[in-house]
């Protein structure tokens, strides 16, 4: 199993960055795929970025060159690096990871794009 614990949300006004974390419970290294997802109110649930276990990273298009997925094997924790924040970047973020077959959420963390 894998438990996921996600920080980092809060209100930032546009234009602004926030740094997300999402800590594993075990190592990032077994883990074949780890992705920051996040749901606006009334849509989709969205992929956002995605990191392998060797370090090969996807975004989404309407975020490639604002934000970057990273990993710190030391802390088990990947980050999600957000700049240059747009009000329709508004959304829960979730982290997940793929492990053994299977797939683990974790709780989510709010992200709010404001004045």
């Known amino acids: 199993q894998v438990q996921l614990v996600e920080s980092g949300g809060g209100l930032v006004q546009p234009g602004g960055s926030l740094r997300l974390s999402c800590a594993a419970s075990?190592?990032?290294?077994?883990?074949?795929?780890m992705g920051w997802y996040r749901q606006a109110p009334g849509k989709e649930r969205e992929l956002v970025a995605a990191?392998?276990?060797?370090?090969?990273?996807n975004y989404a298009e309407n975020v490639k060159g604002r934000f970057t997925i990273s990993g710190d094997n030391a802390k088990n924790t990947v980050y999600l690096q957000m700049n240059s924040l747009k009000p329709e970047d508004t959304a829960v973020y979730s982290c997940n990871a793929v492990y053994n077959g299977r797939v683990y959420w974790g709780k989510g963390t709010l992200v709010t794009v404001s004045s």
């Open positions: 075990r190592s990032i290294l077994s883990i074949s795929l």
């Open positions: 990191i392998t276990s060797v370090g090969i990273k």
